[in-house]
């Protein structure tokens, strides 16, 4: 098991929270943006996930493998045809 550490609920405007050490900071890697979990009596706290990891590398994998065409029919319109301009 990592570093323990002792510490109380405080007071924070309306709210309530904990002071995290900056040693427990350092050994978990935790920068800014965190996610937030309860796990029965426990909380847990990570690293906030970036919402399109990996994006990049499925669309290419997508465009590699033919699979990034459009699945639905394109209809277009008499106006789309004649009066929009890109």
């Known amino acids: 098991m990592g570093t323990v550490v002792r510490t109380r609920i405080v007071k ?46 499925a669309f290419a994998a997508m465009a590699k493998n033919q699979d990034d065409v459009l699945l639905d029919d394109v209809n277009t319109t008499d106006w789309e045809q004649s009066d929009w301009e890109w």
């Open 12 to 57: 924070i405007g309306n709210s309530q929270g904990i002071r995290i050490p900056k040693l427990l900071l350092e050994q978990s890697g935790i920068h800014e943006e965190v996610e937030i979990e309860v796990q029965g009596d426990c909380l847990t706290i990570r690293t906030a996930q970036c919402l399109r990891a990996g994006w990049d590398e």
